[in-house]
Each structure stands twice: as structure tokens, then as C-alpha cells.
């Protein structure tokens, strides 16, 4: 694969409602975000994904427009934005910005001239409209954050179609109207300087037109939407399109949103001639769930799986293509509450062995803010406490289920998107520094423990361990370049792989326990690249990983460029 610009950044994402708020009104805003951009910069990072920032009534925190051309007025103004774009470029880092285009809010100029008008609305095709069945809707489809697909639309007798909130009507992408429009939005956006976009829920812009009912899936007596709505025959003519109108014009990256796309398709989606620069793999991020929308459905899962599946996914992204890989988003849970289970084990050893597993794979790195200083899940006592839509959806569904409220609670806690969007902890002052207001969304109580100032003035913490982590990728290209080769792959507790480029050979390591692990290494043949056991000597007779070790050995006698 020829090297690409996108391969080399190293991204931060940021969630703008909880990041910084310069204005004190309680909500995190642009200013708020360049008036940090020297604590990116100083973090290593080279490109900034910002979550949508456009007009919006906020049901699902902006993923539900109102106008695509006009900013949220408390996130600021044009002007603003600007602003940022500029002074990040000064300080050589890219803004890529959030495209949501499977849907709008129903607060939309073009949905509410339906609602006004729905029988001769020139937008009525802009959305999709389904008459009833004996007065039942059209179809059985349960959407993504709960009850039906389909809402009726009053003074009719027809439903219209919602794949996520009643709030965020799917546009129509049968129609070449509305393609169109959607195409100048991006074109806009990309003349205006971003460097690109992280693609919203692009796998959902095809239906399945027959609409046809589907074998229930709950007591609900609904089924679950996604094996009618995503990733359907005929959506690579959108994709090709979308492509050829507006991204391939421009020398941009683009992030798709992609889930629901089985492997063996995954070179339509990133390969030479694909749809986008890279896309996200949801597979194994979602190994403690049945599904992003059940998440009481619980699995018990084990180290061995969790490699199994990284594994799995980088090889199959090796033969196509790059990949976007991830710990936390916006969607997600902490990643330390995730993926290490005793709460004891929480620790700069496990925040760090994650970061380095992670980063260290082939794939262009994303950061979700608040990962680099090791920020928690927050635990709530009650549902009122939650702001997210699908939390608040599956907490009803699982009582539905035959769950108390009490286990429908802790699967909340567990894995609400909340957990995420809880303010930004800058220091250990009121509302960690976030606001003097209080904040929108609570903060999480461990603020004064775990925040940025306290980590600055340590060496030895966790943010400070990411700088160090994000300096030797970029400074050894078989890190971003190389190919990827699992190593020790019958070991159930040591992660391990090779990157390998030209020759020149990196090995890393990551004891994913508690526990001391035997590993069979010659140290006398590498040089250490990094090591998250600063002080501690690294036996050169019977070798062992300490707890949580992340280790990354370079070849001796090679040239590292
Ligand atoms: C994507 C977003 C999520 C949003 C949904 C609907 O999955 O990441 O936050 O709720 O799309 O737009
Ligand atoms: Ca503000």
C-alpha cells in the first residue's frame, strides 16, 4: 500500500459539549477548544475530530441537525470556527469535522415543512413516508434507540421512518434531490478548509425497500432494525456516488462509521478505490454486549477473545486497506472500566498497557478525550441522572426483558454513553475546571484524584505516559507503516505482535493480567523503545512481564529511521 498523509496522524476526538467551556454558561464550546489547542499540541497530537457542532435542538447532543450550514449558538459562531481552524493550522493540527448525513432533526426546515404541509410538502421525498398497515405501522422494525422505526405523521394516515430517536427523520437517499443537497453540504464544509470528515452512521443510508416485517427479537414483538437498514444491497451506488461527488475531489481524510460491514466487503469500504480513507471496527469494542443496542444482554468474556478479535480485525484490514483504531468514543464506555474488570486493577499500569496495545496497532490511532489522563465510568443512583437518549431507551427495554430496575441500573452504569460525556476534569477545582458554572451533564466525583494539572507535575503519570507512547510512533515508521504479525498467539494472557517494515522489526508486548507472565524473549538481541516499568530492571535471565507491562523491543544492529 502506498503510504497515505492520514496514516501518520495522530487524532483526538473531541465531544464539544464536555470538553472546555470558555463562557461559563455550564456547555463546552469552540473558544473553549482553542483556547487548548497547546495542550493538544504538547499531547502529540496532529489532527482533532470534533463531534457536531451544527445547528441543532440537541435530542441526541447535535447528531440531530437543524441547519447544516449555521452553527449551534452555544457552541459560537462562524467566526469562532475560523478561528480555530486557523490557529490549530498554525500549530500543525488539522480539524476534521462530523458528518451526519442519514438523517436531520425533525426540527428541520425540510421536515417541518412536511409536518406543515404533509400531503403537499415539495419535501415529502425528502424523508420516508409509508402508509400503515390496518392501522399498525408499515413494518415491525425496532430502531436503534428504541420502539418503533416508524412514527405516524399527523394528518395522514402514513408513518415516517426513524432508523435512531423519533427526533432524527432518515433522509430519503432514494431520491437524487436530496443526494444532491447532501453533496454541496460536504462540499462546503471541505472548501472551507477541514481537513475531512468522520462520516456519521454511513451504513445506514440503504433500506431494504421491500419493508418487509422481520421475526420478532423481543417481548416488544419487534426486530431489530439493522438487518433491513444497514449495509443493504445497493448502497455502494451511494457510497461510489458520495464519493465521486464530493471526497475524491479534495485531498481529504474520511472516517467512516461503518458498522455492520462483514469482512470480506471491507475492501469496498477502504480499499484503493474504497468509499473511505479508513473505518472503524466496532467487533471488539462491543465484546462485553450482545449488541450496541442491548446492552443488557451481557457476555462473559477473556483476554484470549479480546485477541482473537483484534487479531481478526487487523489482518482483514491488512489485506485491504488501513483501519481507525479505538478504545473509548462518545458511544462507549470508559475503556478502563471496560476492559479491566476488577476495579483494583484500575491503575497507570492497565491505563497505560491499554494505550500502548492499542496505539501500537496497524491503523491510524484515535484518542477520546479524557483517555489519556485514565477517566472512569461514572456510577449513577438513578435513571433521571442520565441525559443519553439510549440509555435511558434500553434501561425500559431491559425491565421489559424481565430485568429489575436495579440490574437494569447497573447495566446502565455500566455501559451508558454518559459515562463518556461527563465534563472534562482540567484540574482540581470546582467543576474540575471545566466551567464555573455547573456543568450540563454531572461531573464524575473523581475529578479532584484524576486530572490534568495533577498529571502534568508527575513524570510518572498516565497523560504523561501517552506523550511518550505517541513519540515513539511517531518516530519509527514500522510502527505506522509496518505490517502487523500476531506473536504469541496461544498465550491467554500476553498480548503480543510484530511490526515489520523493510526489515527493520518491532516487537511489542503487553501482559494483559495481574499477574507476573513467563515470556520467552532473548533481551540481549533488542533494544527497549518503551517500557511502562520505568525503574524496574528488566531481568535478562528468566524473563517475565511485571503486571500490565507494555514493552516494545527493537531488533539490535537496526537502523530505526
Ligand atoms: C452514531 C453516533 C451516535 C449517534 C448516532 C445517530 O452512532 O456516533 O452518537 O447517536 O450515530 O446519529
Ligand atoms: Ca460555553
Known amino acids: ?28 464550546d469552540i473558544k473553549g477548544i482553542t483556547q487548548k489547542l497547546d495542550y493538544l499540541k504538547t499531547l502529540g497530537i496532529t489532527m482533532v475530530w470534533i463531534c457536531p457542532v451544527f445547528k441543532s ?41 462530523d458528518l451526519v448525513i442519514n438523517h436531520t432533526s425533525d426540527e428541520h426546515p425540510w421536515f417541518q415543512d412536511l409536518l406543515e404541509n404533509p400531503k403537499s410538502s415539495k419535501y415529502r421525498d425528502y424523508y420516508i413516508l409509508k402508509q400503515g398497515k390496518e392501522g399498525q405501522p408499515p413494518t415491525n422494525w425496532r430502531s436503534v434507540f428504541g420502539g418503533s422505526v416508524w412514527e405516524p405523521l399527523e394528518g395522514t394516515d402514513e408513518y415516517y421512518f426513524h432508523s435512531f430517536h423519533v427526533k432524527q427523520p432518515d433522509l430519503n437517499w432514494e431520491n437524487e434531490h436530496v443526494r444532491k443537497e447532501l453533496y454541496e ?49 445497493g448502497i455502494e451506488k451511494f457510497l461510489h456516488e458520495l464519493n465521486r461527488e464530493t471526497f475524491s475531489k479534495y485531498n481529504c481524510v474520511t472516517i467512516g462509521e461503518a458498522p455492520g460491514v462483514p469482512y470480506d466487503q471491507y475492501g469496498d469500504y477502504i480499499g484503493e478505490d474504497g468509499y473511505f480513507s479508513m473505518i472503524f471496527d466496532f467487533k471488539y469494542a462491543d465484546l462485553d454486549v450482545a449488541s450496541g443496542s442491548e446492552w443488557f444482554r451481557r457476555t462473559d468474556w477473556n483476554v484470549q477473545e479480546l485477541k482473537r478479535m483484534i487479531f481478526k480485525s487487523q489482518l482483514e484490514i491488512q489485506k485491504v486497506g488501513w483501519g481507525a483504531n479505538f478504545l473509548e468514543n462518545h458511544d462507549q464506555n470508559r475503556s478502563l472500566s471496560k476492559y479491566i474488570k476488577e476495579a483494583d486493577n484500575r491503575n497507570f499500569y492497565s491505563a497505560t498497557m491499554l494505550a500502548a496495545l492499542f496505539i501500537n496497532l496497524r491503523g491510524t490511532p ?20 442520565f ?34 460525556r461527563t465534563p472534562f476534569h482540567w484540574n482540581s477545582e470546582e467543576n474540575g475546571g471545566f466551567s464555573k458554572k455547573r456543568p450540563w451533564l454531572g461531573m464524575n466525583e473523581n475529578y479532584t484524584l484524576i486530572n490534568v494539572e495533577k498529571q502534568e507535575n508527575d513524570p510518572n503519570s498516565i497523560l504523561n505516559f501517552y506523550k511518550e507512547i505517541i513519540k515513539v510512533r511517531q518516530s519509527n515508521e ?19 505482535y510484530k511490526r515489520r517494515l523493510q526489515g527493520e522489526e518491532i516487537d511489542c508486548y ?29 531481568p535478562a535471565q528468566d524473563f517475565k512481564l511485571y503486571p500490565y507491562q507494555s514493552l516494545l523491543l527493537s531488533k539490535k544492529g537496526m537502523v530505526l529511521s
Open 366 to 385: 484515535f484518542i477520546y478525550q479524557g483517555q489519556e489522563i485514565g477517566m472512569t465510568n461514572f456510577e449513577r443512583e438513578s435513571i433521571e441522572e
Open 57 to 97: 435542538p440537541m435530542a441526541d447532543n447535535g447528531y440531530d441537525i437543524s441547519d447544516f450550514y449555521q452553527l449551534n449558538p452555544e457552541f459560537g459562531d462562524m467566526e469562532d470556527l475560523d478561528e480555530l481552524i486557523l490557529e490549530a493550522k498554525e500549530k500543525g493540527i488539522k480539524i476534521v469535522l
Open 387 to 420: 441525559d443519553d437518549i439510549s440509555s435511558i431507551d434500553q434501561y425500559y427495554r431491559a425491565m421489559e426483558e424481565g430485568f429489575s430496575a436495579e440490574e437494569a441500573l447497573h447495566f446502565m452504569n455500566l455501559r451508558s454513553r454518559d459515562n463518556s
Open 185 to 233: 453540504v460536504v462540499n462546503y464544509w471541505l472548501e472551507k478548509g477541514i481537513a475531512g470528515f468522520r462520516v456519521d452512521a454511513i451504513t445506514f443510508i440503504k433500506k431494504d425497500q421491500r419493508f418487509e416485517n422481520l421475526p420478532a427479537d423481543g417481548v416488544d414483538g419487534l426486530g431489530k432494525c439493522t438487518k433491513k437498514t444497514r449495509n443493504q444491497p
Open 478 to 496: 514500522p510502527l505506522i507503516y509496518g505490517e502487523i504479525e500476531p506473536l504469541l498467539e496461544n498465550n491467554s494472557t500476553v498480548i503480543a
Open 1 to 28: 500500500m502506498l503510504k497515505k498523509w492520514w496514516q501518520r496522524e495522530v487524532i483526538y476526538q473531541i465531544y464539544p459539549k464536555s470538553f472546555n467551556d470558555s463562557n461559563h454558561d455550564g456547555i463546552g
Open 510 to 538: 503487553f501482559n494483559f493480567s495481574s499477574e507476573n507472565q513467563k515470556v520467552d524473549i532473548d533481551l540481549s538481541c533488542y533494544d527497549v523503545l518503551l517500557n511502562n516499568y520505568k525503574g524496574a530492571a528488566i
